[in-house]
């Protein structure tokens, strides 16, 4: 069982930066597959950023491709989501995931019915 706890959300004007946090306990992270998600109101939640459990592989939505990075320190069994020149579009509840090392990370790291743990989800809120 992994317990994820997430910190680091809240309001920022548009341009400016956040990083979020994603802390496990109960199971290294070393060997899982991490994936941060958003969700806005009556909208599905989407795929963001995910990474590799080796952290050699990182992939990115195309909303958020250069602006956002994902990094994972398995020695602190965090996995951080650095996120800059943030927009108003990017508000939402933010959401890190984990799953076991996927065979199939390739084709499926972008399916949140592919991660068996969830973070609490932290409100990111970019005003304009």
């Known amino acids: 069982q992994v317990h994820l706890v997430q910190s680091g959300g809240g309001l920022v004007q548009a341009g400016g930066s956040l990083t979020l946090s994603c802390a496990a306990s109960?199971?290294?992270?070393?060997?899982?597959?991490i994936g941060w998600f958003r969700q806005t109101p009556g909208k599905e939640r989407e795929f963001v950023a995910a990474?590799?459990?080796?952290?050699?592989?990182?992939n990115y939505a195309d909303a958020v491709k250069g602006r956002f990075t994902v990094s994972k320190v398995n020695a602190k069994n965090t996995v951080y989501l650095q996120m800059n020149t943030l927009k108003p579009e990017d508000t939402a509840v933010y959401y890190c995931?984990?799953?076991?090392?996927?065979?199939?990370?390739?084709?499926?790291?972008?399916?949140?019915?592919?991660?068996?743990?969830w973070g609490q989800g932290t409100q990111v809120t970019v005003s304009s």
């Open positions: 995931a984990a799953t076991k090392a996927m065979s199939s990370y390739s084709s499926a790291y972008y399916s949140k019915n592919k991660y068996d743990y």
């Open positions: 109960g199971r290294t992270f070393i060997t899982y597959d």
């Open positions: 990474i590799r459990w080796s952290g050699d592989i990182t």
